[in-house]
């Protein structure tokens, strides 16, 4: 599809809702649709996508001030239908490509509603309202809108377009202030892009790519070699049980085979076998499948941000400087009570035996994380305000629909 999407303005402009615009574009654009950018102040902030700048649709345009100094004081100015007819001609000619235009904040706010009025007008393309902030339930605006026309377009359900907020409670407001049952509004919420938030290497942005790390909750990390002093057959059979508890649990195993013996394969072979007979395709992860190579430190380092937990279940351990890593990442760990671990971790780590029945070594991991508010909200966060899940979730299905 042909999208555009429409605020008073974009980056490089510093603001809330234009960060939002541009990751909605840039989700879009990956998913291959073909989309612009309307905006009366901004500059490219992607070379995929073209930002055409319209200079009246900026709430700051001394012409649209002008207007709004008259309009805050309750009077409807002169020649606000011949700039409400010249921006609506101006977007005409803009959208008369284009199949579906969102329309951030415009239909909510009276910071130009000579394009409000404009956008109100227009019978095609289909129109999704996008509402941040809402006017009319804002106290400090209250006393700059006034009953009637243009004021009134804020407040009404408009034809042809489809109604959508940030949170349920925006969803509550709106509801009532358009008269509309809270089914008709959608709840797409605001974001975080993870990869540049934590400032995730190429390496670790292209294995996200192909694993849905991002949804696990929990995420159990085990950076270890494939060896079989490494006990990940616990791992894997502790996940199992936990998955009863905790249906969104993953491990991810990071290393390749050891180097240094020969029936390694087989040992990594064997727990290909052990994962498929436990049902966890899709739920343990071994980068070794992807990759025959170590990590690199800093690829390493980002999956320890990613992860909610270290689970090292080791027969044997020199040392342990997974248990380091992790508390550098404020990680919680539970790991096999060996003396090399029990030096290191101290009383601050939660220890098992590595022979220990999975189920109690699974009963330890949910007790504990349950345990945590950091960790729950750490898991709700990564699942249900990634931008990548946000888009899944929510944004494909709605471009889906207008398509239709």
Known sequence: MHIALLHYSAPPVVGGVESVLAHQAQLMTDAGHRVTVLAGRGAEFDARIPVRLLSRLDSRHPQILTLKEQLDAGQVPADFERVRAGLQA?????????????????????????????????QRPRRVLWHHDLAWTTPRYRAELYAGYPWDLLRL?????????????RQREL????????????????????????KLE??????????PLLAAAPLLLLPVRLTPRKNIELALRALAELRHELPD?????????????????AYKNQLLALRDALGLRGAAHF??????????????????????????????????????????SHLPVFCADIPALR??????????????????????????????PATRWAQRARRGFAWENIYAQHIAPLIQEMGQ
């Open 90 to 122: 101006e977007l005409v000619q803009f959208l008369s490509h284009c199949d579906l235009l969102i329309l951030h904040n415009v239909a909510s706010l009276h910071k130009n509603l000579a394009l409000t009025a404009a956008l109100y007008n227009l």
């Open 175 to 198: 509801a009532e202030l358009l008269g509309l049952p809270l089914d008709a509004i959608r709840v797409i919420p605001n974001g975080v892009n993870a990869a540049v938030f934590l």
């Open 287 to 328: 980068l070794a499948e992807i990759t025959p190579d170590f990590l690199p430190d800093a690829v390493a380092a980002d999956f320890f941000r990613l992860a909610d937990a270290l689970l090292l279940p080791s027969r044997e351990e020199g040392f342990g400087i997974p248990l380091i890593e992790a508390g550098f």
């Open 343 to 372: 030096e290191l971790g101290g009383d601050a780590v939660t220890y098992f035996d590595p022979d220990s029945d999975p189920a109690r070594v699974a009963g330890l991991i949910a007790a504990g994380l349950q345990a945590s």
């Open 202 to 211: 190429p390496q670790t942005r292209a294995l996200l790519a192909r694993l």
């Open 157 to 169: 359900p408009w034809d042809n377009a489809v109604q959508v907020v940030v949170s349920a409670w």
């Open 249 to 265: 649990a993953q491990l991810l195993v990071t290393g390749p085979e050891g180097p240094h013996n020969p029936a390694n394969a």
